[in-house]
C-alpha cells in the first residue's frame, strides 16, 4: 500500500514534505479493519494463540506508538530509503524460503512483550500489520506455521491501532496538509481500501491454509522489490 499511496499522492500533489508520512499513516489505518476481517476469520480456523496476543501486545502498543514520534521527526526520503531496504530483506527472505529452526518455547512474558517492542517499532516504520516479524519469531518458538500466521493475524490489530493513533497525534497541526485528513491520515483512501479489504482479507486468510505458500512468496517478493524500486523513484525524483 506505501508504494502505491506515494505514487498517488505525488500524483495528486500533496506537499513532498509530507507524502511518505501520509502514505505510512493512511495504510497503518487501512490495516484497522483489515486485521479486523483477517483475525476473525484465522480465529474460526482455530489458528490463533491468544495468550500469546495477551502477552505481546503491551509491548506492540509501546513500540508502535514511540516509533511514529521518531518518524515525525525524519523527512520522506530517509523514511523512503529504510522501507525500500527493508522490504528488499522480506522480499530476500521469501525468494530464499528459509525458514526460522524451532529451536526453543516461548519465552516469558516480560521477553515477548520486549520482542513486540519491537515488532511493533519497526512495524509503525514501515506501515506493516507485523506478520513478517512476528511470524518467523512464533516459527522459532516452536509454534506451527498456520497458527503462527493466525496469531500473527491477531497482533496486527494492535499495530495497526497504536499506528494509526501516533500517526493521527504526530500530524496533528502539521502545516499544508491536504484535506480531509486527521493528523497524517488521509481518510478518503482509508475508507477506499478498508471497503475492500473486508472482502478480500477473509479470502485471503482462508486461501493461506490451502495455495502452495511458496510460489506465492516468490511471486509477492518481485511485487515488493518492484514497488520499492518505484516508490525510490518517486521520491527522489521530484
Known amino acids: 500500500m506505501v508504494p502505491v499511496l506515494t505514487m498517488l499522492f505525488v500524483h495528486y500533489q500533496f506537499p513532498a514534505e509530507h507524502i511518505v508520512h ?9 490495516i484497522v479493519p483489515t486485521a479486523i476481517a483477517s483475525l476473525r476469520t484465522h480465529h474460526q480456523h482455530q489458528a490463533v494463540l491468544w495468550s500469546v496476543v495477551i502477552k505481546i501486545t503491551p509491548g506492540i502498543l509501546a513500540g508502535t506508538f514511540a516509533a511514529t514520534f521518531l518518524v515525525s521527526y525524519l523527512s520522506a526520503k530517509p523514511l523512503a530509503i529504510f522501507f525500500s531496504c527493508f522490504m528488499a530483506v522480506v522480499a530476500l527472505q521469501m525468494t530464499l524460503n528459509r525458514k526460522p529452526h524451532p529451536a526453543r518455547q516461548l519465552p516469558a512474558t516480560l521477553a515477548v512483550s520486549a520482542v513486540g517492542s519491537g515488532i511493533g517499532a519497526i512495524s509503525a516504520l514501515v506501515a506493516i500489520g507485523g506478520g513478517t516479524l512476528t511470524v518467523p519469531f512464533l516459527v522459532w518458538c516452536n509454534v506451527a506455521l498456520p497458527v503462527a500466521i493466525g496469531t500473527s493475524a491477531a497482533v496486527g490489530l494492535p499495530i ?79
Not at 501520509?22 to 487501512?30: E, H, K, N
Not at 514497488?227 to 527522489?236: G, H, P, R, W
Request: hydrophobic fraction near 60%.
Open 160 to 238: 495497526a491501532l497504536a499506528g494509526a493513533t501516533g500517526y493521527a497525534i504526530n500530524g496533528w497541526g502539521a502545516a499544508d496538509l491536504p484535506d480531509y485528513t486527521l493528523g497524517y491520515i488521509f481518510w478518503p483512501a482509508v475508507l477506499a481500501m478498508a471497503a475492500m479489504s473486508f472482502i478480500t482479507a477473509p479470502v485471503g486468510a482462508k486461501l493461506a491454509h490451502r495455495l502452495p505458500i511458496a510460489l506465492l512468496k516468490k511471486l509477492f517478493a518481485l511485487l515488493l522489490i518492484g514497488l520499492s524500486v518505484q516508490m525510490l523513484v518517486t521520491v527522489f525524483g521530484r
Open 22 to 30: 501520509i502514505a505510512l499513516a493512511t495504510s497503518m489505518a487501512a
